[in-house]
């Protein structure tokens, strides 16, 4: 899982401020280090239906902030995609 320590590394490094937990492009930091860490934990558990549920409504989720921020501000929407390596 995701640690204190960590979550507040992303707020300093993706987010406005040190603080700064609810912008779009910390919460779509955030989702995909879940998904992350879902996906490593579905190898190996094949049968785990209720975290794979789980992991499609966190895809599903950063998918929508991602339409959104593209929408709002391209220019954070181009570099959250580099910085995260998400579509090539």
Not at 13 to 23: A, I, P, T, V, Y
């Given at each position: 899982?995701?640690?204190?320590?960590?979550?507040?590394?992303?707020?300093?490094?993706?987010?406005?401020?040190?603080?700064?937990?609810?912008?779009?492009?910390?919460?779509?930091?955030?989702?995909?280090?879940?998904?992350?860490?879902?996906?490593?934990?579905?190898?190996?558990?094949?049968?785990?239906?209720?975290?794979?549920?789980?992991?499609?409504?966190?895809?599903?989720?950063?998918?929508?902030?991602?339409?959104?921020?593209?929408?709002?501000?391209?220019?954070?929407?181009?570099?959250?995609?580099?910085?995260?390596?998400?579509?090539k």
């Amino acid at each position: 899982m995701i640690t204190k320590e960590n979550k507040t590394e992303m707020y300093k490094k993706f987010g406005k401020g040190d603080k700064d937990s609810g912008s779009t492009t910390v919460q779509i930091a955030l989702i995909t280090e879940r998904i992350k860490h879902l996906s490593s934990h579905l190898k190996g558990a094949k049968k785990d239906y209720a975290s794979q549920r789980g992991l499609l409504m966190l895809v599903g989720q950063r998918r929508r902030l991602l339409a959104y921020l593209k929408k709002s501000d391209l220019p954070s929407y181009n570099t959250i995609l580099k910085q995260l390596d998400l579509r090539k």
